[in-house]
């Protein structure tokens, strides 16, 4: 399984931003792709994931009603479209993949990792 994120950069706060991570290789049943961000000298933590049949969405809660996560399967791509950026979202985005509902919030639960993309929100 192979990962790509991509669609970072330097924003202003209120900004919208839209994440990717094109998926590759997926076979298993019942995947679930997550993103997740680490900022500087912080713990890698939870934002959004999503089932790859798109039937379950999770976010958390500090990014509840302002980012909206959806896949599109025949393109094979998961999207994080961020809007209301704030200066504390600053951080590298990651997408990851797993087998099952189990940990959906948990990084290490996750098995196959793309590489991080920078978001930097300005105030």
């Known amino acids: 399984v192979q990962l790509q994120a991509s669609g970072g950069g330097l924003v202003q706060a209120g900004d919208s931003l839209r994440l990717s991570c094109a998926v590759s290789?997926?076979?298993?049943?019942?995947?679930?792709i997550g993103w997740f961000r680490q900022a500087p000298g912080k713990e890698r933590e939870f934002v959004s994931a999503?089932?790859?049949?798109?039937?379950?969405?999770y976010d958390a809660d500090s990014v509840k009603g302002r980012f909206i996560i959806s896949r599109d399967n025949a393109k094979k791509v998961v999207d994080l479209q961020m809007n209301s950026l704030k200066p504390e979202d600053t951080a590298v985005y990651y997408c990851?993949?797993?087998?099952?509902?189990?940990?959906?919030?948990?990084?290490?639960?996750?098995?196959?990792w793309g590489q991080g993309t920078q978001v930097t929100v300005s105030s």
């Open positions: 290789g997926l076979t298993f049943r019942n995947a679930y």
């Open positions: 990851a993949a797993k087998s099952g509902i189990a940990g959906w919030g948990t990084s290490d639960r996750y098995d196959y």
């Open positions: 999503i089932s790859w049949s798109g039937v379950s969405t």
